[in-house]
């Protein structure tokens, strides 16, 4: 039972456009949501976060949009850049000291 | 740079050895947890300690097992090693101090085992 889901493997964008990658949930009760990139031979790295009060957060270029109707959120990169390339981890937990439960992933590839 | 360092950075073992994975955190990150990514999949919550108490498991085996010491240290310990466990491993640390809200991971260690 996959409790966050990541449909989307692969994406390719022109470097300068926007990526858009998606995420949906189905536990009601997780309460903060979370992206993070993820290198080959690396850790993944902590990009943006968003509270389950909130519906937006954007750091530089960095978006996340929280839609808790549709349990479904999304990470807006403008404007991509080769460096983004790299495989994308949406991950969520609920209240408290909980553990993060993470989707697949989705390889971005952001061709110059 | 996250502050939380693992090793190895790789290992191989035969299967039904036992392994030894370590983590050294950030000072101050009180929780450590553990996750296994298999190849083309998420990291799997593996289990969790706080304060040196385990304080939260996924779903895998006892033979899975772990350890976080005072210094902010902590090992995972694999037993009866079985050709599935080949994986990344990863730890990732935070503290509740000021929300603490997110977790921050180390470089991981590629365990194969034949």
């Known amino acids: 039972d996959q409790q966050v889901k990541q449909n989307s493997p692969s994406l390719s964008v022109q470097e300068g456009r926007i990526s858009i990658l998606n995420c949906d949930y189905t536990?009601?009760?997780?309460?903060?949501f979370l992206w993070y990139k993820k290198y080959p031979a690396e850790g993944p790295t902590f990009l943006i976060s968003i509270s389950s009060i909130k519906d937006k957060n954007e750091d530089g270029r960095f978006t996340v949009f929280l839609n808790k109707s549709a349990k479904h959120l999304s990470l807006h990169i403008v404007p991509s850049q080769p460096g983004d390339s790299a495989v994308y981890f949406c991950?969520?937990?609920?209240?408290?000291?909980?553990?993060?439960?993470f989707g697949k992933g989705t390889r971005l590839s952001v061709i110059a | 740079e996250t502050g939380v360092t693992q090793s190895p950075t790789h290992l191989i073992k035969t299967r039904g050895q036992q392994v030894t994975l370590r983590c050294s955190s950030q000072s101050g990150h009180n929780t450590v947890s553990w996750y296994q990514q298999a190849l083309g999949q998420g990291p799997q919550f593996i289990f969790q300690?706080?304060?040196?108490?385990?304080?939260g498991r996924g779903n895998f085996p006892p033979r899975f097992s772990g350890l976080q010491f005072p210094n902010y240290s902590s090992e995972l310990n694999v037993n009866a090693l079985e050709l599935d466990d080949s994986a990344l491993y990863l730890c990732?640390?935070?503290?509740?101090?000021?929300?603490?809200?997110?977790?921050?991971f180390g470089p991981g260690t590629r365990l194969l085992v034949l």
């Open positions: 990732a640390s935070r503290t509740l101090a000021g929300g603490g809200e997110t977790q921050y």
């Open positions: 300690y706080y304060r040196e108490e385990e304080n």
């Open positions: 991950a969520a937990r609920t209240r408290g000291n909980t553990p993060l439960v």
């Open positions: 536990n009601s009760m997780f309460d903060y």
